[in-house]
């Protein structure tokens, strides 16, 4: 899984340096940046089952055809720039 890192934190420690920091200057600030608060977005889309109730593609439960799967949180935009399905 990627590591997401906050940007202002990379900011605030690489550019008073200038452009002649060494290369193992930057990497040792990016190693011990601290982790961002996200998350990677599931996507997938409501399937109608054999009882013809709504049911989401990547987990299986019965939803009423919202925007996101109540159950994983999945964004239900049809699998959409999607790579995890």
Do not use: Q
């Amino acid at each position: 899984m990627p590591k997401y890192i906050e940007a202002n934190y990379l900011l605030d420690r690489a550019v008073p340096h200038g452009w002649s920091t060494p290369k193992w200057v930057s990497e040792i600030v990016i190693e011990d940046a601290p982790p961002a608060d996200v998350r990677e977005n599931i996507h997938g889309m409501w399937i109608i089952d054999e009882d013809g109730n709504l049911e989401c593609n990547v987990c299986g439960h019965h939803g009423v055809g919202d925007l996101y799967c109540e159950r994983c949180g999945a964004i239900m935009d049809e699998g959409e720039d999607n790579e995890t399905n």
